[in-house]
């Protein structure tokens, strides 16, 4: 049995303002509420390996909770969102409504050039099979979180937008005959 605990960034301000893309650094509130999950306790439990996002805000979040080194894996990147990358959410659906409607809709679409969530899931889902055995600890954005815990599920690739994941939410997963689990601890 394996354990996976999947661990979504901090915000930043893109995050806050629906930016698509960008590398941004944590923003105060996010530095501030990272910082005070680090003192709540011990987020790892039996991790080998942190690993992370190759972007700021997954490196300072696991830096912030203690994890100076963490491992850079490719496969945890943000999705590319080709000429989208810097637009807020409001100005996409000012300017493309029907590119965002489709986006938003259908997996495989690419109106902006760059990679479709159905790519992104085929990415998370390769690295997730590559994880069996493994206990660590992910940091990684809200949209991969979802698309990790998609394929993890068995559920569609249009379920991803059924999933929320908020900042710093924490998901952990087992690996055990041959499949993924979900685990839901108790109410504190």
Do not use: I, N
């Not at 501030?32 to 011990?42: H, I, S």
């Not at 979802?146 to 087992?174: C, E, F, I, K, M």
């Amino acid at each position: 049995m394996s354990g996976l605990r999947l661990l979504a960034a901090a915000t930043t301000p893109g995050l806050r303002r629906a930016v698509f893309g960008g590398d941004d650094d944590l923003d105060e509130g996010g530095l501030r509420a990272a910082l005070a999950l680090c003192d709540a306790g011990d987020l790892g439990g039996r991790a080998d390996t942190w690993c992370c996002a190759p972007s700021q805000a997954a490196l300072q979040t696991a830096r912030a909770l203690g994890h100076d080194d963490p491992v850079v894996d490719k496969a945890l990147a943000d999705p590319d969102y080709g000429t989208w990358t810097g637009l807020g959410l409001g100005d996409v659906a000012g300017a493309e409504p029907a590119g965002l409607q489709a986006w938003l809709t259908d997996p495989v679409a690419t109106p902006h050039g760059g990679e479709s969530l159905a790519a992104v899931r085929l990415r998370a889902a390769a690295w997730l099979d590559q994880q069996a055995g493994q206990r660590m600890v992910a940091v990684a954005h809200p949209v991969v979180v979802r698309a990790v815990l998609t394929h993890a599920l068995g559920l569609p690739d249009d379920a991803l937008w059924q999933l929320d994941v908020a900042p710093l939410s924490l998901t952990r997963l087992t690996h055990r005959s041959g499949r993924w689990h979900l685990h839901l601890p108790p109410a504190a």
